[in-house]
């Protein structure tokens, strides 16, 4: 079936590095993919996606590129401020279902 | 502006009782659902429902109940069968299925506490 899986965190950075948090993804069919970012005691929004392969979605500094053959969604920022720490998580809605799949989360914490 | 509204956004129960948590939405999606999250872990989907009068289980539906009598609503009851209720519940939904590009839309969450 239809999965996701992100790497473990909590990811520690001090502000202005570089971040790259891993997604992979099991799917059948033509998916879309997605990352989703929580802020303590909050739902989930939307940072960015991307729906076909080589797509690359964007927002707020963060990207990250559709790859069909690696079967990957990494997620990327060139510069992380203090008010990126959050809960990052990836995401897939499969081809065929109305059902979504989320990766365990990655929660960001970035020092000054 | 339109959006998913939850209520209560806290809510505290003694063990042994029923509760029901709202979600309401005014985004006109069809697909409404149901995910509760546990300190540090993922979301699990208790229940999903594609068009009025129609749901199905998720992973966790165990303990729990909906209704969808309108589209608008999409309400979950925790009843007392449910061993661990202590949760963040969030509600979300989407535009139609096909094509599939369209994302979930959340709203804020429910924290339920069992004392």
């Known amino acids: 079936g239809d999965s996701v899986t992100q790497m473990e965190g909590p990811v520690t950075l001090s502000e202005e590095a570089f971040l790259t948090i891993n997604c992979t993804y099991t799917?059948?069919?033509?998916?879309?993919l997605f990352w989703y970012v929580q802020y303590p005691g909050e739902g989930l929004q939307l940072l960015l996606k991307a729906t076909k392969a080589d797509d690359k979605g964007s927002n707020k500094g963060f990207e990250a590129t559709y790859r069909k053959e690696t079967t990957s969604f990494h997620l990327e920022k060139g510069s992380v401020q203090v008010s990126d720490s959050a809960v990052y998580f990836c995401?897939?809605?499969?081809?065929?279902?109305?059902?979504?799949?989320f990766g365990s989360g990655t929660k960001l914490n970035v020092k000054p | 502006d339109g959006g998913i509204t939850q209520s209560p956004k806290y809510l505290f129960r003694k063990e042994g009782q029923n509760v029901t948590l709202s979600c309401e939405q005014n985004?006109?999606?069809?697909?409404m659902y149901w995910y509760r999250q546990d300190p540090g872990q993922g979301l699990r989907l208790i229940y999903y429902?594609?068009?009025?009068?129609?749901?199905q289980k998720g992973d966790i539906a165990e303990g729990y109940s909906v209704s969808r009598e309108k589209k608008e609503s999409f309400p979950l009851t925790v009843t007392s069968a449910q061993k661990n209720p202590t949760a963040f519940y969030l509600c979300?939904?989407?535009?139609?299925?096909?094509?599939?590009?369209?994302?979930?839309?959340f709203g804020e969450g429910s924290r339920l506490t069992v004392l």
């Open positions: 799917a059948t069919g033509y998916p879309s």
């Open positions: 429902s594609q068009i009025v009068n129609d749901f």
């Open positions: 985004l006109n999606h069809d697909a």
């Open positions: 995401a897939l809605r499969g081809g065929n279902f109305n059902k979504f799949y």
């Open positions: 979300a939904s989407s535009p139609p299925e096909r094509p599939n590009t369209g994302e979930l839309f």
